[in-house]
């Protein structure tokens, strides 16, 4: 599957199952769920600092008003919807530690860079499973003649 439909998938499902997944979400009032705020502005701040050095920065590579950005989401008054969620994906964030992962640890370069690797080697095994296939299906063919 490629990488960018994978996270598209990723989400999909975390938007569909913000409002039941105790696994996701932190509780908040009753039954129902919603991410915490407080920790994803805090998040978010973390990932644009390292990745960007200035939130201004951030924010153009977002493409939203820095205004817009500290207004709205590193105070904690919203959280990303959609459309942000993929542009943050886009830009390296790992949506998942953005909404529930491990809140001491910033995703790095790196890890993209590994990803990056898996799916290199991915598709050369894919390559190479492919060409042992092929191989496999001529010894077939000349030994049913």
Partial sequence: MPFVTYFTLVIINICHL???????M?????????????EVARKLRAFGE????TMKDFAAALGMNPVTLHSGYLNSRSL???????????????IHWLLAGDARRVPSRNDDDRARRLEEENA???????GSISQFSQVLNTTAV
């Fill in 124 to 130: 050369r095994l894919r390559s190479l499973m492919r």
């Fill in 80 to 94: 990303p919807g959609p459309a942000l969620l993929v542009k943050l994906m886009r830009l390296g964030c790992d």
């Fill in 18 to 24: 913000s409002i039941n997944s105790t696994y996701l």
């Fill in 50 to 53: 390292q990745h960007y050095g």
């Fill in 26 to 38: 932190k509780p908040y009032g009753g039954s129902s769920t919603v991410p915490d705020r407080k």
